[in-house]
């Protein structure tokens, strides 16, 4: 059974940056078929929307919630199968897990981010 798989996070401080990655377990998943999207859990918090990439291959195919516009950028290699968060000044209230899905019911495991000094 395919799955999402998760990686790059880790522990950096205030103002730094970050990029997770999501493949697939199975080359042959191809997330490039896909609108991907990236959400994240803090402790004691409900799961919410970070921001997702279209299958548009270019323009304006990216939305960002509030909190995060500005400061994310989301991108995709079609060739790599990976999708990218790039997270740049890192504030604590990021802190959480991350977790990418393919817009239906395929999620990864998720991956601890933490923003502390």
């Known amino acids: ?15 730094g940056s970050l ?10 998943f191809r997330l490039g ?15 919410e929307f970070v921001g997702s990439i279209s299958t548009i291959p270019s323009g304006n195919n990216e939305m960002y919630s509030d909190s995060v516009r500005g400061r994310f950028r989301i991108s995709r290699n079609n060739e790599l ?10 504030e604590p209230e990021d802190t959480a897990v991350y977790y990418c899905n393919n817009g239906e019911q395929l999620w990864g495991q998720g991956i601890q981010v933490t923003v502390a000094s």
């Open 1 to 15: 059974q395919v799955r999402l798989v998760e990686s790059g996070g880790g522990l950096v401080q205030p103002g």
């Open 33 to 47: 078929l896909y609108t991907m999207h990236w959400y994240r859990q803090a402790p004691g918090k409900e799961r």
């Open 81 to 90: 199968n990976t999708v990218f968060l790039q997270m740049n000044s890192l």
């Open 19 to 28: 990029r997770l990655s999501c493949t697939a377990s199975r080359v042959s």
